[in-house]
């Protein structure tokens, strides 16, 4: 059987979040682990990741020490990308450009 090719997976912060917060079994823990995806992120987006993964109302989902592996592991396995553009801003908000 042939090898099954990793789908390439740009997703926002609070996708990641969710996925986190899940206690389903579907939460980021499985994806990585069933190496369906090769996560791709920003520098960018992994300062916002670590910066909301720290708010303190988030300790009733994960505790510190599960956010701080999340963010160890998503720096370990993602692939890391500098983005060499800018993006003209289209929404009301700066941020969610």
Not at 18 to 26: I, N, V, W, Y
Not at 35 to 53: G, T
Not at 66 to 82: F, G, L, N, P, S
Request: some cysteine.
């Amino acid at each position: 059987m042939p090898a099954r090719k990793r789908i390439t997976l740009v997703v926002d912060v609070n996708v990641l979040i969710s996925m986190l917060m899940r206690r389903d079994g579907m939460g980021l823990r499985e994806i990585f682990n069933k190496q369906l995806f090769q996560l791709v992120v920003s520098p960018l987006l992994m300062e916002e990741w670590e910066r909301v993964l720290a708010r303190v109302e988030f300790r009733r989902y994960f505790t510190e020490e599960e956010a701080d592996r999340a963010i160890h592991r998503v720096r370990k396995q993602a692939r890391i990308v500098k983005t060499q553009f800018q993006v003209r801003p289209i929404c009301r908000d700066p941020k969610d450009d």
